[in-house]
Nanobody
Framework: QVQLVESGGGLVQAGGSLRLSCAASGANFVINAMGWYRQAPGKQRELVAR???????NYADSVKGRFTISKDNAKNTAYLQMNSLKPEDTAVYYC?????????????WGQGTQVNVSS
């Protein structure tokens, strides 16, 4: 079973920065992509950023130019550098790993890390 351990959340003022980390372990399949999602109170979980092992990335329009996702393939660790944070970025951020091979179609989630941005 995949374990995803997130860290780096916290409280920051608008305009500030945070860096989230997600370390994956225990996967018995190849991790081809890792992503970050977020869920604000009363809202649906949404994709923030995603990166493949080939370094292909995609971002939500709301974070383009402010957030950067990166991945250390050797460590199966993904990072989300969040700059110019806004109060509307406040949410629980979840790391995601989609399954591959016989586990294709499964999605694995971290426990979530809270990000609070004050105005």
């Amino acid at each position: 079973q995949v374990q995803l351990v997130e860290s780096g959340g916290g409280l920051v003022q608008a305009g500030g920065s945070l860096r989230l980390s997600c370390a994956a372990s225990g996967a018995n399949f190849v991790i081809n992509a890792m992503g970050w999602y977020r869920q604000a109170p009363g809202k649906q979980r949404e994709l923030v950023a995603r990166i493949t092992s080939g370094r292909s990335t995609n971002y939500a329009d709301s974070v383009k130019g402010r957030f950067t996702i990166s991945k250390d393939n050797a460590k199966n660790t993904a990072y989300l550098q969040m700059n110019s944070l806004k109060p509307e970025d406040t949410a629980v951020y979840y790391c995601n790993v989609p399954g591959s091979g016989p586990y294709y179609g499964n999605n694995y989630w971290g426990q979530g890390t809270q990000v609070n941005v004050s105005s």
